[in-house]
């Protein structure tokens, strides 16, 4: 085990990727002599050179449609988005030609290509550049999609998502890049549509994903200390496909649960979340789901407003205190 970053386990993964596989190769805006805006692609191009390590235009559409003609003939690349954002320009490309061409060809032609790309808010970047869209992308059958917390899920679930036959979207958060996890040395895939029991508990279910499932975490060990709540953490992982069992388990033993989604709470992938408790716990339940979402506005620049219009940590322990409440079990 080695104690390194989320961005640096994403570096690791790629490169082992790249030395097993000759088929993958990385394409996108400033991936190569500048090693990518967040510097997840430093030092490949120097090791695997320019073929592929592909430098490419501000064209977001061009070369994804580029990558996924590629997956086609049997190539594996992995697509860089400098932002989720970005990604809006190519969403033709990648929901309706990456995500329905094995259905529509009958599965005579498959797609085995990776779109990586970080998201989220809390960076002053402005509102088109601080979105949390990956629910455009979940909602969509044909695509996949991972959202990993730690640094070792970040390598294992970008291991298991290059070598996967289908397309699958990697979202990446902007302020777990610098966070730092053990993280295993040698090459372990993940499995894509697995969640993860992340902190076993008794009294109330957290579920969450990316960076908010970090932030269940941090709350759950403040709220064992400060009230003596044993919180059950669920980190989804995988927004499609949903691993809902895991879920429906956790409620089931704990008879209550709180969502945490840093995107906006009108249908967001909390009220898919809160939908799957309600039809598989309904008679569990001891209090109404609670949701913890951000503001339902255009994020802010100016950073007090910003703070204030992101979910926090101060959020989630109220809402489940506020749940424990309601169920008459917390003195």
């Known amino acids: 085990m080695s104690l390194i970053t989320y961005r640096q386990a994403l570096n ?10 000759e088929d993958v190769f990385l394409i996108g805006e400033e991936i190569g002599q500048f090693e990518g805006s967040y510097k997840i692609t430093a030092g490949l191009l120097a090791e695997f050179g320019p073929k592929r390590v592909r430098d490419t235009p501000i064209a977001e559409e061009g070369f994804t ?16 988005i400098m932002t989720i954002n970005f990604s809006l320009l190519a969403l033709d490309q990648i929901v309706n030609h990456a995500a329905k061409i094995y259905g529509m060809f009958g599965g005579q032609a498959r797609v085995p290509m ?3 790309t970080p998201g989220g808010g809390g960076q002053q970047l402005g509102a088109t550049h601080s979105q949390n869209i990956e629910l455009f992308y979940a909602f969509v059958p044909g695509m996949k999609v991972v959202a ?3 640094p070792a899920d970040a390598k294992a679930l970008m291991l298991a998502a290059i070598r996967d ?21 040698e090459d372990v895939p993940g499995e894509i ?3 993860k029991v992340t902190r076993e508990g008794s009294d109330i279910t957290v579920v969450a994903y990316s960076r908010m499932a970090a932030v269940a975490l941090e709350i759950a060990g403040k709220l064992a200390e400060s009230d003596g709540i044993d919180v059950e953490v669920v980190d989804l992982r995988s927004l499609r496909p949903l691993d809902r069992d895991t879920v429906i388990a956790s409620v089931k033993k704990t008879n209550c649960a709180v969502v945490l989604e840093d995107d906006w709470l009108t249908y967001g992938i909390g009220a898919e979340i809160a939908a799957t408790i309600s039809d598989g716990a309904f008679d569990w339940l001891d209090a109404p789901v609670r949701r913890v979402a ?6 802010p620049y100016a950073k007090p407003l910003e703070t204030a219009a992101l979910p926090s ?6 809402a489940v205190r506020e749940t424990l409440d309601a169920t008459a079990r917390r003195r």
């Open 114 to 116: 990776v779109i990586r």
């Open 12 to 21: 690791d993964a790629l490169r082992s990727e790249m030395l097993r596989d």
């Open 148 to 150: 990993p917390s730690s």
């Open 65 to 80: 449609g580029a990558a996924t003609g590629a997956a086609m003939v049997g190539l594996r690349p992995v697509v860089e």
């Open 193 to 195: 549509g697995r969640a």
């Open 165 to 185: 036959d289908d397309p699958v979207l990697v979202l990446e958060n902007l302020s777990l890049y610098n966070t730092k996890g053990e993280v295993p040395d």
């Open 294 to 299: 951000m503001a339902e506005v255009p994020l």
């Open 313 to 318: 940590a101060d959020d989630a322990i109220t």
